[in-house]
Structure formats: C-alpha cells, structure tokens
C-alpha cells in the first residue's frame, strides 16, 4: 500500500522559500505521478503542479516560475519548492499520487502539513 | 480556469439520501469522458478519492456513494447515509490545466 509523508518547516518568514519533501513508501515514484495540492484557511484547493514518472512537470500557471517541483529516485522522495513567499502562501500542503489515465486525478494523499508565512 | 461550483452546506437525516452538486463553468467532458472526480475530507484527515471520471467508484469505497453527470453538472450522491460520512466532499476537474477544486461541500446531519 502506497504511503506518502509531507516534511519540512512549519514556519516561514515572508519573501523566503518554502521547502517541503515527501517521502513515499510502497510503490515507485518511476511510476504514475506526483504532485503538490494546498488547501487555505477558508478551505479551499489549489492543484500547485506535479512532477511524472519520466520527469517531466507541470505547474499551476498561477504560481508562475515560483515553484519547482523535483525528486530523488533513489531516496524514492520528491520535493516542493515555493519561492518569494508571502502570507497568501499560508496553507496545509498535501503530496499526492496522481493517476493521468483518461483524466487526472489523486489517488492517495499524505497527511498535509501546515506551513505559516509570517515575520 | 475552470470553475467549479458547489453550496457550502447540506443538511440530511441519517438513514436518508444526500445529493451533492458540483456545477462546472464550462464542460468537463470529453465525448464521452467526464473529467470530473471527487474526494471525502474528514476533519484532520486527509482527502480520499470517492469517485473518479464522474460515476467510477475508487477502490475500498462503499457502494452507498455514487456519482452522475456530464457536461457542466455532477452529482454525488450517498445513499443511505452514515454517522461515518460527516465530512467535507470536494469535485475535481481535469478537463484542462489548471486543475481546479470546487470549495466544498459539508454535510451534515439534520
């Protein structure tokens, strides 16, 4: 059974990065893809972007070349990088299995974890 | 982008059917491919996918929830419903990028 792990700072000062990691255990990020979704206070959802099985990545046209999202095979873990912070960046981050067959939806989701901008 | 459209709040007795709707600004179909999917969020949980392509029940999810639709409107309907279903219940398109969320839907027992 597929497991996913969000991991990184809790806090982060305005104007910085935000880094987080996911570690997945039970399948092979060779395989299908895996992505960034956050949800805001107020609750709603934002789809950030994915990285696929060969590399590959897609993002969210609004967050616009402030993320990068990334991987190391071999630590079977990919990473979300959020740059130029600011408190509408306040949000629970969640990694999540993405099936891209005839559309594309999350399969399994890690437990978020909740990332505060603030000075 | 594509916006998704749902009302914040649905109130059912136990035992009764819930109908959840999620109206899409444009279509989300494909021919005959709906993209439009939908997930449970329990409080303090993450979301679980439900329903996939608009009426495919993901796996391990009871057959009570179903889900309908095409072109602009959907349906997810649980039937009877459960103490266990107390939750928020999100729509999901991937007919084109940016994928995008509906605000949710929290049902509710009467």
């Known amino acids: 059974e597929v497991q996913l792990q969000e991991s990184g700072p809790g806090l982060v000062k305005p104007s910085q990065s935000l880094s987080l990691t996911c570690s997945v255990t039970?399948?092979?990020?060779?395989?299908?893809?895996w992505g960034w979704i956050r949800k805001f206070p107020g609750n709603k959802m934002e789809w950030m972007g994915y990285?696929?099985?060969?590399?590959?990545?897609s993002y969210n046209p609004s967050l616009k070349s402030r993320i990068s999202i990334t991987r190391d095979t071999s630590k079977n873990q990919f990473f979300l990088q959020l740059n130029s912070v600011t408190t509408e960046d306040t949000a629970t981050y969640y990694c999540?299995?993405?099936?891209?067959?005839?559309?594309?939806?999350?399969?399994?989701w890690g437990q978020g974890t909740l990332v505060t901008v603030s000075s | 982008d594509i916006v998704l459209t749902q009302s914040p709040v649905l109130a059912v007795s136990l035992g009764q059917r819930a109908t959840i709707s999620c109206r899409a600004s444009?279509?989300?179909?494909?021919?005959?491919?709906?993209?439009m999917h939908w997930y449970q969020q329990k409080p303090g949980q993450q979301p679980k996918l439900l329903i996939y392509r608009a009426s495919n029940l993901a796996s391990g999810i009871p057959a009570r929830f179903s889900g309908s639709g095409s072109g602009t409107d959907f349906t997810l309907t649980i039937d009877p419903v459960q103490a266990d279903d107390i939750a928020a219940y999100y729509c999901?398109?991937?007919?084109?990028?940016?994928?995008?969320f509906g605000s949710g839907t929290k049902l509710e027992i009467k």
């Open positions: 990285i696929s099985y060969s590399g590959s990545t």
């Open positions: 444009q279509s989300v179909s494909i021919s005959s491919i709906n993209l």
């Open positions: 999540a299995r993405g099936l891209n067959y005839d559309g594309y939806y999350h399969t399994a």
């Open positions: 039970g399948y092979s990020i060779t395989s299908n893809y």
């Open positions: 999901q398109q991937s007919r084109e990028s940016p994928f995008t």
